[in-house]
């Protein structure tokens, strides 16, 4: 069985400060992510997937499969990366995503 | 373009009674998934439609829960005898998805629909 934990459900930060929101993954294959992030009063939309390799928004994810994470990295967090932040594992035939508890990131003035 | 839609946005019922819930893709979209969101929980798969191929319906929690799409058109999630536990956002999300794709297609996901089941 395919699993996705992220252990913060919410995460406080200055604006400035960098951002680390945590992903653990637990699967028997080769593992697919992605982050998905739903701004207020927006649907969730991708941010990032890891075979990407692309920085968006100032935002990257490392997959570890030593460790089996996908964290979240921004160096400097801004009021408008504030959002709720789910991370997202797909199975081998890409039929179906498993989605963590999400983090809701708040980015303080 | 027109994302993916759903109706309607928000949905109160009385226990015991059944409610259906739409989904209109992005059109091409070969595939469709549906997922249930209950308050402080992560996305919860039910149900993935492709093409013509026999839908996954891994995910549906119980036998009160079902889903028809046409074609690779709309969808509907038909929720029979609701109960108070049925209560969620239920999300309905699309991917350009070619038969036999190795990897998973970014899932465009519509904006809800909110249930309440009194």
């Known amino acids: 069985a395919q699993r996705v934990t992220q252990p913060e459900k919410l995460l406080s930060v200055f604006k400035g400060a960098p951002v680390e929101l945590k992903c653990n993954y637990s699967?028997?294959?080769?593992?697919?992510l992605f982050w998905y992030v739903q701004y207020s009063r927006q649907r969730l939309q991708l941010l990032l997937r890891?075979?990407s390799r692309e920085s968006i928004k100032g935002f990257t994810a490392d997959l570890n499969k030593g460790e089996t994470s996908f964290h979240l990295k921004k160096p400097f967090a801004q009021e408008e990366d504030s959002a709720m932040y789910y991370c997202?594992?797909?199975?081998?035939?890409?039929?179906?995503?498993?989605f963590g508890g999400g983090t809701r990131l708040m980015v303080k003035p | 373009g027109a994302g993916v839609s759903q109706s309607p946005s928000n949905k109160v019922t009385e226990k015991g009674k059944d409610v259906e819930l739409r989904c209109d893709p992005i059109?091409?979209?070969?595939?469709l998934y549906w997922y249930r969101q209950r308050l402080g929980q992560g996305l919860e798969f039910l149900i993935y439609?492709?093409?013509?191929?026999?839908?996954?319906k891994s995910g549906l929690p119980s036998d009160r829960f079902s889903a028809e799409r046409t074609g690779e058109s709309v969808s509907t999630l038909t929720i029979q005898r609701t109960q108070q536990e049925d209560s969620a956002v239920y999300l309905c999300?699309?991917?350009?998805?070619?038969?036999?794709?190795?990897?998973?297609?970014?899932?465009?996901f519509g904006p809800g629909t909110r249930l309440l089941v009194l």
């Open positions: 999300a699309s991917s350009f998805l070619p038969s036999g794709a190795p990897i998973q297609e970014t899932q465009y």
């Open positions: 699967y028997s294959g080769s593992p697919e």
């Open positions: 890891h075979i």
């Open positions: 997202a594992l797909s199975n081998n035939a890409g039929n179906m995503l498993t």
């Open positions: 059109s091409g979209h070969t595939a």
């Open positions: 439609f492709q093409g013509n191929s026999a839908p996954d």
